[in-house]
Nanobody, 121 residues
Framework: QVQLVESGGGLVQPGGSLRLSCAASGSIFSITFMGWYRQTPGKQRELVAGSTSGGTTPYADSVKGRFTISRDNAKNTVYLQMNSLKPEDTAPYYC???????????????WGKGTLVTVSS
């Protein structure tokens, strides 16, 4: 089994910054993708930022230049540095990894429970 523990959400004023963290634990053999999604009311869950094992880092257009994703492979942890936050960034943020566990030949999607980011004055 794989567990994801997210932290770092909270209330911040417009223009402020937050850093989200997501640590994966369990019988992980390898991780091919780590990323962050968010979901606002009435919209589908969208990819905010991702990091592939090949070094690709896709970002949503709305966050380019403001958010930065990074990962620590030794700790199976992914971070999302969010700067210049706007009210429209308000949402629960979900950590996602695509990983293979020991004894398995398949890569599986795993999700965190979400951490709430609120941008408001």
């Amino acid at each position: 089994q794989v567990q994801l523990v997210e932290s770092g959400g909270g209330l911040v004023q417009p223009g402020g910054s937050l850093r989200l963290s997501c640590a994966a634990s369990g019988s992980i053999f390898s991780i091919t993708f780590m990323g962050w999604y968010r979901q606002t009311p009435g919209k589908q869950r969208e990819l905010v930022a991702g990091s592939t094992s090949g070094g690709t880092t896709p970002y949503a257009d709305s966050v380019k230049g403001r958010f930065t994703i990074s990962r620590d492979n030794a700790k199976n942890t992914v971070y999302l540095q969010m700067n210049s936050l706007k009210p429209e960034d308000t949402a629960p943020y979900y950590c996602n990894i695509v990983a293979r566990t020991f004894g398995s030949s398949n890569y599986v999607n795993y999700w965190g429970k979400g951490t709430l980011v609120t941008v408001s004055s």
